[in-house]
Every structure is written in C-alpha cells, then in structure tokens.
Nanobody, 123 residues
C-alpha cells in the first residue's frame, strides 16, 4: 500500500523560500512517478512538478526557474524546494504517486495522495 505524508508547509512573505517533504513508501522503485500538486482557494487542483523512476522531470510553466523537485538517494523522501515565492503560490500542496511511469502533470494521472500541507505566501 502506497503511503504519502507531506510536511514543511507554513507561512512566508513573498520572495521567501520553503522546502516541502513527502515521506513515500509502499511503491516499486523500478517504475513509478511522484508529483506535487496544489489547490488554491476557489481553484482546481494544479500540477506543480513531477519526477519518474527514469529521472524525467517536468514543471508547470508558472513555477519553472523557482521550484525544484528532487528525491533522496534512498527514494524514501520527495522534496519540493520553493524559492522566490509569490502570493499566487498560496494553497494546499499535495504529494501524489503513480505506480508506473505513465504520468503527466494532471491530477487524474495519479492514484495515490497524501493529506496535504498548507503554504501561505503574504505579499
């Protein structure tokens, strides 16, 4: 059973940084896709970044150059380093997983989800 637990959210001023972590377990390291999504108040869930078992990485246009997705060597923790944060980045951030590499930055493509961690950026 895939389990995902996010941490690291908080409140920060615009221009600041946060690093989100997701403790991930129960998936096959040979083939997987892990991603970060967010939902702002009144908006639909939005894909932020993904990484797969082959090292393929993809970012939403709105975060390119500011956010970095990565994993630890043991593949037990997924990270999202968020720099130059903007008020528009405010929302609940979710870690998600799919147990193969057939993924895109669309929430429908992922079938396992964490509970989320709140990020609030004040301008």
């Amino acid at each position: 059973q895939v389990q995902l637990v996010e941490s690291g959210g908080g409140s920060v001023q615009a221009g600041g940084s946060l690093r989100l972590s997701c403790a991930a377990s129960g998936y096959t390291y040979a083939s997987y896709c892990l991603g970060w999504f967010r939902r702002a108040p009144g908006k639909e869930r939005e894909g932020v970044a993904l990484i797969d078992s082959a090292g393929r990485i993809d970012y939403a246009e709105s975060v390119k150059g500011r956010f970095t997705i990565s994993q630890d060597n043991a593949k037990t923790t997924l990270y999202l380093q968020m720099d130059t944060l903007q008020a528009e980045d405010t929302g609940m951030y979710y870690c998600a997983a799919r147990t193969d590499r057939n993924c895109v930055l669309w929430w429908v493509a992922f079938n396992y989800w964490g509970q989320g961690t709140q990020v609030t950026v004040s301008s």
